[in-house]
């Protein structure tokens, strides 16, 4: 049996752990446009600053690809999948033969279209690794940054270069920073946070036109820079799957089995679409462990074996200037919040069941929180009202429960 993956990061690494958990001799190849072992994308922002390196950001030992039998071939471009003949065809004329294909391609920077972007000759994305080395080279500490976005990957640079320039800059179109994760309260308290550590935003702005190293916004504001990250927005890969005939929407549609509508054709990770059990919808869900789970999914059913991956919820992890915030769901339904100085909880139930959470600041226990979404367990069946104060109780019976709680208040 030929497998083949096309890609090399979290989803590729599923898939092969879970085809060698069934087929432990059949061939794998793994093609990628990158150069490099499996690194952990996330990270990038660590390695500009310094909390990381190269070694270090490796998702998997060195021996990872040798120990599991896998042919790697990096550096190399697919130029497109020929379905009937069962064939990958790379940009340097080799051809791939495949039983069973798995599209891992991930996702790529979206930048709108912008006047005068084009007079902007030091501008950067920041995704890969390359991003991160090139725009490490041009940092120096009377560099004046500007950044467009203030999502995730946004702001996560603003945090990696901020110590090492003398300015960084940040807009964006919608009203609050982190818009697709964050409610309004949570999004104040984390800009907040971020602005006390010296980057300063323009929300609800963007740039009307560029002159070469001055962006002029909408609200007629001129600001300067040196260097410009474009951080707006990623779209999926999905040409390569569309080009064979794989149904796409924003990513490529896949079944629980992480299979789309051609036979031996798959897809996992930030190229694909899932079903978000926490509103019952196709969605890209855009994160390193839900991309595993995909992969490995995938995997494990093209070698024959047998597995659903029926618990996607959408869900992120992440820190900016050691301030936490770990968010999960919908927030669709009622909600129930505590606010303290930069700590927020909120919580979000709708038909029994907890569809989604914030938390900011102190995350302890997020863990319990998220397994209740996953395994969609009914709120009358435990005690959501202790459980929403002190999740960790959870681990006990009702009359365990009952004895540390009156233990806590023997000792109030």
């Known amino acids: 049996m030929n497998y083949v993956i096309i890609g090399n990061s979290a989803a590729a690494v599923g898939c092969i752990e879970g085809i060698r958990s069934v087929d432990p001799d059949g061939a794998i190849t793994v093609i990628s446009k990158e150069p490099y072992h499996v690194y952990s994308r996330p990270l990038i922002s660590y390695l500009i600053y310094g909390k990381t390196d190269e070694q270090r950001m490796k998702y998997r030992p060195d021996s990872f690809y040798e120990d599991n039998g896998v042919k790697v071939m990096l550096g190399v471009a697919v130029e497109k999948v020929d379905y009937t003949k069962r064939r990958v065809l790379l940009e340097n004329g080799e051809q791939v033969p495949f039983d069973k294909l798995l599209f891992a391609t991930g996702s790529a920077p979206f930048v709108p279209p912008m006047a005068g972007l084009d007079e902007v000759k030091k501008k950067f994305s920041f995704m890969k690794l390359d991003d ?6 041009e940092l120096n500490p009377e560099s004046r940054v500007l950044i467009l976005g203030a999502g ?28 697709s994760i964050l409610d309004e309260e949570g999004s104040e308290i984390v800009r907040k946070h971020i602005e006390e550590q010296g980057v300063q935003f323009y929300l609800a702005n963007s740039v009307a036109q560029f002159h070469k190293n001055t962006a002029c916004l909408k609200d007629g504001t001129e600001l300067e820079f040196d260097l410009l990250v474009l951080a707006v927005g990623v779209r999926p890969e999905t040409k390569l799957a569309a080009g064979i005939g794989c149904k796409v929407n924003r990513g490529i549609l896949t079944d629980a089995h992480c299979a789309t509508n051609l036979p031996d054709v798959y897809a996992a990770g930030d190229c694909s679409e899932s079903l978000d059990i926490t509103v019952n919808q196709q969605r890209v869900l855009a994160l390193l462990p839900n991309a595993y789970m995909q992969g490995e999914t995938a995997g494990i059913t093209m070698a024959g074996g047998e597995k659903s991956y029926n618990k996607a919820i959408p869900m992120n992890a992440v820190g900016f200037f050691g301030l936490h915030i770990v968010t999960a769901g919908s927030y669709d339904g009622e909600a129930y919040v505590v606010k303290n100085g930069s700590n927020y909880k909120k919580m979000v139930s709708k038909d029994n069941l ?59």
């Open 132 to 137: 991160a080395k090139v725009l490490q080279s």
């Open 152 to 179: 995730l990957i946004g702001l996560k640079c603003a945090e990696g270069i901020l110590r090492k320039v003398k300015k960084v800059t940040v807009v964006d179109l919608a009203p609050r920073i982190l818009p």
């Open 354 to 412: 907890l569809k989604g959470y914030i938390l900011i600041g102190d995350v302890a226990r997020a863990g319990i929180y998220t397994s209740l979404i996953r395994e969609r367990t009914p709120l009358d069946s435990i005690d959501y009202e202790l459980i929403k104060e002190k999740p960790q109780l959870m681990a006990f019976t009702a009359a365990e429960r009952a004895v540390k709680l009156g233990g806590a208040r023997n000792e109030n």
